[in-house]
């Protein structure tokens, strides 16, 4: 099977082909420490989950996840300040992460 890659991050294999995509439902504050990847590609990671925090607890998140979307929005690609902005300013409760892994 060839392998697919996304037109908008060709250094991205799409979802689903390579990766397992998961989706975690977390209330705030969530106790997720998210890094930068390389700027040339953007987007951001699951650095580290705080000890009983809400992501440690639901038990989906896991270190080096990359997060795809925000409550179905995408951040693929986004700066480390706009990814994080999308999870800020939910009004959805719980947030919706969806994740690869």
Same mark, same amino acid.
């Given at each position: 099977?060839?392998?697919?890659?996304?037109?908008?991050?060709?250094?991205?294999?799409?979802?689903?082909?390579?990766?397992?995509?998961?989706?975690?439902? !977390? &209330?705030?504050?969530?106790?997720? %420490?998210?890094?930068?990847?390389? $700027?040339?590609? /953007?987007?951001? *990671?699951?650095? #580290? +989950?705080?000890?009983?925090?809400?992501?440690?607890?639901?038990?989906? !998140? &896991?270190?080096?996840?990359?997060? %795809?979307?925000?409550?179905?929005? $995408?951040?693929? /690609?986004?700066? *480390?300040?706009? #990814? +994080?902005?999308?999870?800020?300013?939910?009004?959805?409760?719980?947030?919706?992460?969806?994740?690869?892994?």
């Amino acid at each position: 099977m060839p392998l697919s890659r996304s037109l908008t991050h060709p250094s991205l294999v799409l979802l689903g082909v390579l990766s397992s995509n998961e989706q975690a439902a !977390l &209330k705030k504050p969530m106790g997720v %420490v998210f890094e930068e990847n390389d $700027p040339s590609s /953007g987007g951001v *990671f699951v650095a #580290s +989950l705080a000890a009983d925090g809400a992501a440690q607890t639901e038990g989906t !998140l &896991k270190a080096g996840d990359q997060l %795809v979307a925000v409550n179905g929005s $995408p951040v693929l /690609g986004l700066s *480390f300040d706009d #990814s +994080l902005e999308k999870i800020i300013e939910s009004d959805i409760d719980p947030t919706e992460l969806i994740v690869f892994r």
